[in-house]
């Protein structure tokens, strides 16, 4: 089963950060509902975000959850560190018969990669914040509309020629 907390935490993070932007409120409920998922879960996931200070949360009718932080200054890989915990990319399969060269040698090189994988994955998104995140996203989302205007742009055009 594919590991999906760092993706769902990220997307907490970036829509707290988005939220206070907006001047607008965030909950766990409003959270679950973007996500499509359950409050309890939200809930289980800001516990670790609100003990490694990414996030803070108050209780209450004025209460709700904000950023601990600036968020130039929240990486990716404190995020990932908070919800992850010590869990490995994969895992290394030790209920093998250890005869030959490949058996008793496949958990080590498997253990190896692993540490080296999560160590790239740890360093990459140890040079990205939450600014940049939002940053690329409004990118995005800047290219996406540019090209639902180009098929309309060039019809237009189109349309201008053949009549002119």
């Keep these: 089963m594919i590991d999906t907390r760092f993706s769902t935490a990220l997307q907490i993070v970036i829509s707290v950060a988005v939220n206070e932007e907006a001047n607008q409120r965030t909950t766990s409920q409003s959270l679950a509902l ?3 998922t359950s409050a ?6 800001l516990l670790p975000l609100n003990e490694s ?7 209450g009718g004025k209460g709700g959850i904000r950023l601990a932080r ?3 200054r929240i990486l990716l890989s ?5 919800v992850t915990g010590d869990k490995k990319i994969w895992a290394t399969r030790h209920d093998i ?3 030959g060269l490949v058996g008793e040698n496949i958990g080590d090189l498997s253990e190896f990669l692993c540490n080296r994988a999560e160590q790239a994955v740890v360093d990459m998104l140890g040079s990205v914040t939450i600014e940049d995140s939002i940053t690329e996203l409004r990118r995005l989302e800047a290219q996406k509309s540019a090209s639902h ?3 309309a742009d060039a019809s237009l055009a189109r349309d201008r020629h053949a009549a002119g």
Excluded: C, M, N, W
């Excluded at 309890?40 to 996931?45: G, P, Q, T």
């Excluded at 404190?78 to 908070?82: E, K």
């Design 97 to 99: 018969p250890h005869e």
């Design 149 to 151: 205007l180009q098929p």
């Design 70 to 72: 600036p968020r130039d």
């Design 78 to 82: 404190q995020i990932y560190g908070a």
């Design 53 to 59: 200070g990414i996030l803070a949360t108050a209780q």
């Design 34 to 36: 973007g996500l499509d």
């Design 40 to 45: 309890s879960f939200v809930r289980k996931l």
